[in-house]
């Protein structure tokens, strides 16, 4: 599907996506310049591996292993944001930093697509990311990883699937107000293997759709063309059990993992309000979490930059070498 075909009738929500690839656009103008920063050093690699097993563009992942020898390498899986609208933007976790700071630090590097939500709404994409960590459990050995530790991250829309495959850990169904969501799925040749994930890095994800526009973003969530109302199935707020299914903080329980939340105070597109929303619903249920405020930081310019990049680093190894 081209863009254009994608935004036939959304115009206002072109601006929007434009915004949360921007931190992406960014780095390539950058890299322009600076070809040595762009590389991808890894020790061995493999591209478009199908962790379904249908073919579909939106199953795939790649593995990079850092440049180091080891027996095995503990995992990080990198989820892209694209406001749930790509299901082909697995290599825009290198674009935008968070590749190759995970690999100088010793982590295989999982970067999964996912369906987006004109190829299906939810929860067919956290059913994508739970289908992709099974795979990666199934196939530790043939791949050096090591499954002991698997953390999660992502941004924007990838930050909200990251909270959410965080927040709903042993979490296979889910009923509220006679609906019941799938969380699990069945999809692929490894569902007898966990799903679960060690700790998660939510970098500005959405985590409460309703209020999204009562909280400082700058676009409006509630029209019924909106990323948020595309992935649900309709407009918002004439939709709010299906949006309570879909946010993160629903699942929270005792099995949710550990957090770090990073998020810029000026976002324009994802407000800040609902990192707060999510960092106060796991302190409440006693979840270990960290909460990085970035002064001024945007949806991605200010916030994803080397300093937050080795807090991202800083709290997986924490959780690692605790666990």
Known sequence: MTLTNLFK??????????????????????????????????????????YVGDRHIGHRLDIHLPDKESDKYPVVISIYGSAWFSNNSKGATFAVGIGQALLKAGYAVVTINHRASSDAKFPAQIQDVKAAVRFVRANALAFSLDTSFIGITGWSSGGHLSAFAGTSNNITTFEFNGNTIDIEGSLGNHTSFSSQVDAVVDWFGPTNFLVMDNCGSTMKHDNDTSPESSLVGGAIQSNKNKCHLADPVTYISKNATPFLIIHGDKDPLVPFCQSE????????????????????GKHGPGVLIPEYLQQMISFFDKIRIDK
């Open 9 to 50: 009738g959304k115009t206002s929500w072109i601006i929007t996506f434009v915004g949360l690839i921007l931190p992406i656009t960014l780095s390539a103008q950058h890299l322009q310049n600076d070809y040595k920063s762009s590389e991808i050093i890894s020790l061995k690699h493999w591209l478009d591996l199908d």
């Open 277 to 296: 929303y999510l960092y106060e619903k796991l302190n409440e249920s006693d979840i270990y979490c960290e909460f990085i405020t970035v002064e001024g």
